[in-house]
């Protein structure tokens, strides 16, 4: 039996650019790398099956014109675990973008909230979003484009000192 040379390549390629892309830190690069090594396993698979003969299901030629049936079995099983590998890895690439994007949103928020307490000149830990509705009057009064900075209130509270 001769192999063609052809797949033989085409097969080198694909486990070296899979496992190149494999070696990456982004998970959609894994996630290529991993479906093209599953392909390359496929197409090993596929030219270590030997020749091609007649189905073995019809049982008319003689055993040696056969081709054997449980490469295609194993070619059929490796599509299904890639498959499934590749749904799994799907999801766990979308639920760390969820994540990246909801801390990313979580930083940016501290961030606004930190840069108004320094203009209102409260100190973090203090300033709250009750003040911040409250006191959201950064009008620009005098009309040279600066706004004033809102005043913090120390006065009596009429709730018993709650908030």
Known sequence: MTVPLI??????????????????RGLTRILLGFLLVGNGANLMIFLMSGTFGHAPIA??????EMSDPLPQAFILTSIVITFGVS???????????RLDREEVDVVSDDAHD??????????????TDAELTESSDFDDDDGDGSA????????????????
Do not use: K, N
């Open 59 to 64: 049982g008319e030629s003689a055993p040696d």
């Open 114 to 127: 930190l840069e108004l307490a320094q203009t209102a000149g409260l100190p973090l830990e203090e300033f």
């Open 7 to 24: 797949l033989v390549i085409a097969m080198v390629v694909l486990f070296a650019c899979g496992f190149t892309l494999m070696l990456d």
């Open 87 to 97: 749904a799994f890895l799907l999801a766990l690439i979308y639920r760390s973008w």
């Open 148 to 163: 004033s900075a809102p005043v913090p209130h120390d006065g009596p509270q009429q709730d018993g000192g709650r908030r």
